[in-house]
């Protein structure tokens, strides 16, 4: 049994790396929200840029969590090193994301690099289904928030040629 302080720097860690990412991310996309990000021509359903913020943070938060209950099962099983894995990959995809995007102000590669990231986020719930059923279920919001950011990401490129 793991003693409780191992389990909580378990999660402050899970969580924090989770929450890292976005403040990475977050470095390439507040300089051009105020400036590039707001001529661009939007798809009809784009929401005010307010929301993005508070729904990457729940977002990121729910992935820490996720990435806890794995890691939590105990690092000595296979299943638990892959799917760590490859929620680390994941994530390196989701921070350069917003580095093609808002960093370089590429909407074609950020489009071609966000299906990318979509099938990793599927692998990663495949990944997670396999140690802990929760933590799969914990990343379907995020999954759901990037299918309608690709669609958004598309729009913009087709919107902005």
């Known amino acids: 049994m793991t003693p409780t302080y191992v389990r909580i720097i378990q999660f402050v860690v899970a969580v924090g790396v989770s929450l890292a990412a976005g403040w990475i991310g977050s470095i390439f996309t507040m300089s051009a929200i105020s400036t590039w990000y707001a001529g661009l021509v939007k798809p009809e359903l784009n929401p005010p840029s307010w929301v993005f913020g508070p729904v990457w943070t729940v977002l990121y938060i729910l992935m820490g969590i996720a990435l806890y209950l794995v890691w939590s099962k105990g690092w000595g099983h296979k299943n638990v ?36 990231l979509w099938i990793a986020i599927l692998m990663t719930i495949a990944a997670f289904y396999r140690v802990s059923v929760p933590a799969a279920i914990l990343l379907v919001p995020y999954f759901l928030w990037v299918s309608f950011a690709a669609y958004l990401n598309y729009g913009i490129y087709v919107l902005n040629p």
């Open 81 to 116: 090193q892959v799917a760590t894995a490859i929620f680390g990959v994941q994530l390196v995809l989701n921070v350069l994301w917003s580095y093609l995007f808002f960093g370089i102000q590429a909407p074609f590669l950020a489009f071609v690099e966000i299906v990318i």
